[in-house]
């Protein structure tokens, strides 16, 4: 039979123990990420101390029975006197710490903390000899027999006769006797039917006595103990040693016992209470940030379609513009047709005037800016009309799905979460409050427009196109300055001048036209540039008032995916460990 040293006392409790802490640490992990109450922190941290909690094994016996032996054997470790002398001897408490020392609690008591890894899962009570018991030793011996997850009677093979241990097994009351088992140590020294022969005597002495047999262990700790460390045949020493069954009562009967399963059980049921509570705030949230999500989207389809409309607006303006540049535009066409005609023509070319040219210009500049500027402040009016609504709808949208009204979808255990939503959102709100004033828009929109288009100074397109008529006219005119304008030569020289620049009205028109048409559509593309890069300074200022929320959802999403994705864990995990208790 292969034997297993490292297998621990209590092995399969001791995993299953671990495992519920490991779960435990992860809830506590998983409360911290969720902001969970103070009380539930508290609880989860009372749980995971409580669940530490050493087995307590207290070992009895007369002095020279071989308890020492016996605790070196079940642990592996030379950590308890073999050499105790009874005049001297106190109750020894052994436990973990980080280096070895002894507090001398009293002068009974003696807690002894060592360095030894199994002590962090067990305490071990090793009393002063039975027979040396005096009413103070008893006392303190008492105290922790209660609590005792195992007591051991160690006797002696050499010498089982004494009376002193049964004495202190009357003592105790009769619910604690479950947990006594009997060891009879030192059978290396005897024969296997002079061990039998004790052994059926222990058996018969503890009916008589107690009215119950207890399990008897017959064990040679010394060759156990050399099996599981220095021994030379390690295989045949713990054979001899006889002390496996002793090891598989101990794990069976600590591993299974009501008190400490209970408290298990227990603390999974307190944690499964937990975890439930979190995974129902997680998955609140989740479900409150989704419905979030998904109204900013329609909210954010809903501004994309009042952009559209804008948009459209903005159309309809540029048509506006472009009938009032016409108009203006066939207007001075007509003057400059009746300037071109036969009379007027001999009159330019005899005065050689283009002081006429100067006023024209003046006039289609005058007219052309005075029909775009009233256009625009129509178009402004409308406009400025159209963006206080949006503002308008805006805010109806978010009060309705993320105002008062809405937080009454929130849970008992979205407190926190609603509280960072509510705050944000009135920010939110006041924010929006103030935007919707009317002085704010028209704020608002001369700041737009302010610097990009000053319609006072905007080129509508009058100059340059009277410019270029200017450059055409003149050029026509200038064709007769090389006759000589005296007498008959000046009557036929001014005839000839009229004549070719009637003739090429029609080439002067045309350059006008063609002059205006450019304008006109520069003009356009101008006004409309300016506009667009207004609303969309607008819009981009519109949808940075609800961004947070979107930032907000994003973040909260993130935060709680992984927090369900533990939740599902811990479920799993506890289910399996409910199963196994």
Request: proline share 3%; hydrophobic share 45%.
């Amino acid at each position: 039979m292969a034997i297993d040293y490292k297998t621990p006392i209590a092995n399969e409790y001791l995993e299953l123990r671990a495992e519920l802490g490991t779960a435990l640490f992860a809830l506590s992990t998983l409360a911290n990420a969720t902001h969970a109450s103070t009380d539930i922190l508290r609880t989860l941290q009372n749980l995971q101390t409580g669940l530490k909690e050493p087995f307590l094994f207290v070992v009895a016996g007369e002095v020279k029975a071989g308890k020492s032996s016996l605790l070196n054997a079940l642990f592996g470790k030379d950590f308890c006197r073999v050499d105790v002398l009874p005049a001297t001897d106190r109750v020894n408490v052994f436990k973990y710490g980080e280096e070895a020392h002894d507090v001398a609690v009293s002068s009974s008591l003696v807690e002894r903390y060592q360095p030894v890894n199994f002590l962090k899962d067990f305490n071990i009570v090793d009393t002063p000899g039975t027979n040396t018991i005096v009413a103070d030793h008893q006392a303190i011996t008492e105290q922790f027999v209660p609590q005792a997850d195992l007591i051991v009677f160690v006797f002696s093979v050499v010498n089982p006769w004494g009376a002193s241990a049964w004495q202190f097994l009357d003592l105790l009351q009769k619910r604690w006797l479950k947990n006594v088992i009997f060891v009879l140590q030192q059978i290396d020294l005897r024969d296997d039917s002079e061990v039998d022969a004790v052994v059926q005597h222990l058996r018969q002495t503890a009916m008589t006595r107690c009215g119950q047999a207890f399990p008897i262990f017959p064990v040679a700790a010394k060759k156990a103990f050399l099996s599981k460390t220095s021994g030379v045949d390690k295989q045949k020493l713990w054979q001899e040693s006889r002390f496996e069954p002793l090891e598989n009562y101990i794990n069976e009967a600590v591993g299974t016992a009501e008190a400490r399963r209970s408290k298990l059980k227990s603390v999974a049921q307190t944690a499964q209470v937990i975890l439930k509570e979190l995974a129902e705030k997680a998955r609140d949230s989740q479900r409150i940030i989704a419905a979030d999500r998904e109204q900013l989207g329609r909210l954010g389809a809903m501004l994309a379609n009042m952009r559209q409309r804008t948009d459209l607006q903005i159309q309809g303006f540029l048509r506006g513009v472009d009938t009032a540049y016409a108009r203006v535009e066939e207007k001075g066409e007509q003057t400059l047709r009746a300037k071109l005609k036969l009379w007027p023509s001999i009159q330019l070319v005899f005065r050689r005037d283009t002081q006429w040219l100067v006023e024209f210009q003046r006039d289609l500049e005058t007219s052309l800016r005075a029909a775009v500027t009233k256009q625009m402040e129509h178009a402004l009016g409308l406009l400025e009309s159209e963006l206080k609504n949006v503002w308008t709808v805006l805010h109806d949208s978010l009060q309705a799905n993320f105002g008062a009204e809405a937080r009454q979808q929130f849970g008992p255990g979205t407190a926190d979460f609603a509280e960072q939503r509510g705050r944000l959102f009135e920010r939110i709100d006041v924010a929006m409050l103030e935007n919707m004033a009317d002085d704010k828009v028209e704020s608002l929109l001369h700041e737009l427009f302010a610097e990009q288009a000053a319609w006072a100074r905007v080129p509508v397109g009058g100059a340059v196109a009277a410019g270029g008529l200017l450059a055409a006219v003149a050029a026509h005119i200038a064709t007769v300055a090389v006759f000589d304008i005296t007498g008959t030569a000046a009557v036929a020289t001014m005839l000839l001048g009229a004549w070719l620049v009637v003739g090429k009205a029609g080439r002067v028109v045309d350059a006008y036209r063609k002059q205006m048409a450019a304008k006109r559509e520069e003009l356009s593309r101008s006004i409309e540039d300016l506009i667009r890069q207004a609303i969309d300074i607008f819009y981009q200022k519109l949808g940075q008032v609800y961004q947070p929320l979107e930032v907000f959802s994003h973040v909260q999403e993130e935060r709680y995916r992984p927090v369900l994705g533990q939740a599902e864990n811990l479920e799993k995990a506890f289910g399996k460990i409910a199963t196994q208790l």
